[in-house]
Structure formats: C-alpha cells, structure tokens
T-cell receptor, first 115, second 113 residues
C-alpha cells in the first residue's frame, strides 16, 4: 500500500532531550516536507527536500533539523526541544519537484508534547 | 509571498443540506494550484479536491465542488447532500512554482441531524 509512515504517533518528552521523528515513504517520491499544525495557525512548513541530500528551510525552521540521506526517509530532529515546540507534526511527500499540481500525501501525524 | 485566508473558523450544516466554505488567497504567480484538504478527528489529511489556476472550469468530485473566481482570488468549497462523515476540519491550500504549500487556518465543519 502506498503510504507515508511517521513514527511515533504520540511522544511526550522533557525540555532539552533530543528526539527524532521518523518519516518514510514507499512511493519513490522526490519531494518531502515537514509541517507543524497549531490551533488557529493551520499548517506551517518547517523544512522541505526536493531530492536526496537537498534540503531547505520552510517558514518555521528554528529549533529543527532534517536530513535526506535516502530518497524514502526524511527524519525530523529536535536537538533541544522546548515547550513551544509542542504541536502536531506531519510529514508529507509528493511525486514531482515542488508541489506544483502533484498533491501532497500525508503521514498520520505525530503529537509531540514537550514539558 | 503567498497567503491563504479562511475567515470562517466554524460552520454548521444539517445532514442532507448544502454548505459552502470560503477561502481567499493571494499570490503573485500566474501558474498555481489550489487544494482543499479534509482533516477528520482521526487527524489524517485527506485531499478533497484540486483546481488548476489555468483552468476556468470548476473542479468537482462527487458531492464536492469548488467555485473558483480567479479575478477575485476566491476558492470556495461546496459540499452537497452533507453527511455525518463530512464533519471535519477543512483546509484550503495554495501552491505555485515555489516548493511550498501554504495553508489557511482551517474551518471546522459540524454536521447535525
């Protein structure tokens, strides 16, 4: 089944403890992206990647890192999480460069709480 | 910069009735795409409908259709014969040649009996 798989679905952590949210897609998509969703703000892009070893900042990149060593994987790393990073996170992928007319396929989301 | 505005935080519709969700946008690009995504309580993001800006014909997908007014930069979603399963948060989104999909803040739709 074609899908974007995120793990974990729920994560509670403490301030400053490094964490990684994994994302993997099995559709051979070129483009991958991370979003965070906050009430009243919609979804905002954190980072995106147009291909292996190519990543770039979105609208809210501060406090996050990503890597794209393989086409299928695009992990999100929080080196030193803070409470303002408590949010719902989505990984998404798309077939073509940019999103153009190729719609995004989303993972099921990761609910992160930082205390 | 591109922006998407959804001015209705919440809407309510009775089952079997029709409801329209509003969305306005701004972009400097001439080639762009517009989307409506649905997010049910399961929090999945599900693509509802897509519209290419160069197409004048409004997109339709079964009970879902859009009213795309390019000059007014308006992209509303009409849901006909509403069903309980339509209850969700709906997001309008815009993408152009940049590698970014910009979302609105969402409209929560309630469906009542």
């Amino acid at each position: 089944e074609a899908q974007v798989t995120q793990n974990p679905r729920y994560l509670i952590t403490v301030t400053g403890k490094k964490l990684t949210v994994t994302c993997s897609q099995n559709m051979n998509h070129e483009y991958m992206s991370w979003y965070r969703q906050d009430p009243g703000l919609g979804l905002r892009q954190i980072y995106y990647s147009m291909n292996v070893e190519v990543t770039d900042k979105g609208d809210v990149p501060e406090g996050y890192k990503v890597s794209r060593k393989e086409k299928r994987n695009f992990p999100l790393i929080l080196e030193s999480p803070s409470p303002n990073q408590t949010s719902l996170y989505f990984c998404a992928s798309s077939l073509f460069f940019g999103t153009g007319g190729s719609p995004l396929h989303f993972g099921n989301g990761t609910r992160l709480t930082v205390t | 910069a591109q922006t998407v505005t959804q001015s209705q935080p919440e809407m309510s519709v009775q089952e079997a009735e029709t409801v329209t969700l509003s969305c306005t946008y701004d972009t400097s690009e001439s080639d762009y795409y517009l989307f409506w995504y649905k997010q049910p309580p399961s929090r999945q993001m599900i693509l509802v409908i897509r519209q290419e800006a160069y197409k004048q014909q409004n997109a339709t997908e079964n009970r879902f259709s859009v009213n795309f007014q390019k000059a007014a930069k308006s992209f509303s979603l009409k849901i006909s014969d509403s069903q309980l399963g339509d209850a969700a948060m709906y997001f309008c989104a815009l993408t152009g040649t940049a590698s970014k999909l910009t979302f609105g803040t969402g409209t929560r739709l309630q469906v009542t009996l």
